[in-house]
T-cell receptor, first 108, second 112 residues
Framework: GIQVEQSPPDLILQEGANSTLRCNFS?????LQWFHQNPWGQLINLFY???GTKQNGRLSATTVATERYSLLYISSSQTTDSGVYFC??????????FGAGTRLTVKP | EAQVTQNPRYLITVTGKKLTVTCSQN?????MSWYRQDPGLGLRQIYY???????DKGDVPEGYKVSRKEKRNFPLILESPSPNQTSLYFC???????????FGPGTRLTVT
């Protein structure tokens, strides 16, 4: 089956710093999403981004499907950005696979 | 308020005692899905449904059943729970397959 790898596994930042999270996938995908799981466990959809670039406030994402990767950019990080960031891919039209996540800690 | 609700939020049960975790959404979404989250294994899809009466297996369907008799509800049924089903379960819905998903708050299940 498809492999979805996220890097780095852990990231510690000072408030105000920028960061880039990466999601690599081993095969062609139909779609890709980024999610944030906050420290209380709630999962929130960030981006639905099968290709191209999207921006939402301080967050933006880019997917280059032909090169099998996606990037999530967080600018001017805040303590509320802490949590785990997951990418998930849809392949074979109906099968979904999550990456293991990047755990982000933003220190004040 | 648009939301996905799950009940119960926490459940401790014993091996073999049938249980149902309910999931309901008020957004008229066609697609609904169940996931389990385990340390070291991440999130894995159990079952999904693309519409009423249309369900299919995800990555880890063994030991689970689902039904989709109404658009808003997608219950997860454990006919004979076992300790390896101890996990954090999430229900999600979206307007269509794999579009922006809205997640429920999670159900933490412990099977002893």
């Amino acid at each position: 089956g498809i492999q979805v790898e996220q890097s780095p596994p852990d990231l510690i930042l000072q408030e105000g710093a920028n960061s880039t999270l990466r999601c690599n996938f081993s095969d062609s995908v139909n779609n890709l999403q980024w999610f944030h799981q906050n420290p209380w466990g709630q999962l929130i959809n960030l981006f639905y981004i099968p290709s191209g670039t999207k921006q939402n406030g301080r967050l933006s994402a880019t997917t280059v499907a032909t090169e099998r990767y996606s990037l999530l950019y967080i600018s001017s990080s805040q303590t509320t950005d802490s949590g785990v960031y997951f990418c998930a891919v849809l392949y074979n039209n109906n099968d979904m696979r999550f990456g293991a996540g990047t755990r982000l800690t933003v220190k004040p | 308020e648009a939301q996905v609700t799950q009940n119960p939020r926490y459940l401790i049960t014993v091996t073999g005692k049938k249980l149902t975790v309910t999931c309901s959404q008020n957004m008229n979404h066609e697609y609904m899905s169940w996931y389990r989250q385990d340390p070291g294994l991440g999130l894995r899809q159990i079952y999904y449904s693309m519409n009423v009466e249309v369900t299919d297996k995800g990555d880890v369907p063994e030991g689970y059943k689902v039904s989709r008799k109404e658009k808003r509800n997608f219950p997860l049924i454990l006919e004979s729970p076992s300790p390896n089903q101890t996990s954090l379960y999430f229900c999600a819905s979206s307007p269509r397959t794999f579009y922006e998903q809205y997640f429920g708050p999670g159900t933490r299940l412990t099977v002893t």
